[in-house]
């Protein structure tokens, strides 16, 4: 258990709102990442940090901002979400061996 | 243009039999391996990793085998059994990368 969290577990929304969705570590992992899982595309990566207020995009970033002011949390927005972002969504962190990552339980997002 | 490649989306093996799950990958750069496993409803674990100086490692039922030449690399399970019925992921690396690319993931059935 890398000690990581992710809320909320399950979320409906409507077409055109914001979302955040938020991922906490409790370790001080430097790395942390947000990834997508959708039938037919696996896993991708939509945006990373590596550090404190340093962000960097991933695969699939359009529609998508991410924030990070505590090395514990690490936020993705949605300004105004889609229904093509109807997703599971996975936090990540960095462990200490190369490249392990360790994901969070994960976040259902439904856009109406 | 997929840089991780997991060819079949599902395999079926009988319980106490090898189950073997293949990746193929097109970065020459790529040094660096992974496997994780997904349950429903889960975040994915890390399963086993190989370093491209190497050309097996393996944790008890779990090997991973890796062919640099033909950029491939596979996943062995013996003997299989019911709780190993999950996705798995084929995920790889490059020196200095701070992500991991991520195959669309192989659904294993272990079979009574």
């Known amino acids: 258990d890398a000690g990581i969290t992710q809320s909320p577990r399950h979320k409906v929304t409507e077409t055109g709102t914001p979302v955040t969705l938020r991922c906490h570590q409790t370790?001080?992992?430097?790395?942390m990442y947000w990834y997508r899982q959708d039938p037919g595309h696996g896993l991708r990566l939509i945006h990373y940090?590596?550090?404190?207020?340093?962000?960097d995009k991933g695969e699939v970033s359009d529609g998508y901002s991410v924030s990070r002011s505590k090395t514990e949390d690490f936020l993705l927005t949605l300004e105004s979400a889609t229904s093509s972002q109807t997703s599971v969504y996975f936090c990540?962190?960095?462990?200490?061996?190369?490249?392990?990552?360790?994901f969070g339980p994960g976040t259902r997002l439904t856009v109406l | 243009d997929q840089q991780v490649k997991q060819n079949s989306p599902s395999l079926s093996v009988q319980e106490g039999r090898i189950s073997i799950l293949n990746c193929d990958y097109t970065n020459s750069m790529f040094d660096y391996f992974l496997w994780y496993k997904k349950y429903p409803a889960e975040g994915p674990t890390f399963l086993i990793s190989i370093s491209s100086i190497k050309d097996k490692n393996e944790d008890g039922r779990f090997t991973v085998f890796l062919n640099k030449s033909a950029k491939h690399l596979s996943l062995h399970i013996v003997p299989s059994q019911p709780g190993d019925s999950a996705v798995y992921f084929c995920?790889?690396?490059?020196?200095?990368?701070?992500?991991?690319?991520f195959g669309k993931g192989t659904r294993l059935h272990i079979l009574p």
């Open positions: 370790e001080n992992h430097r790395y």
């Open positions: 940090s590596y550090g404190v207020k340093d962000t």
């Open positions: 995920a790889a690396s490059g020196d200095r990368d701070d992500k991991i690319i």
């Open positions: 990540a962190i960095r462990g200490d061996f190369r490249d392990e990552q360790f």
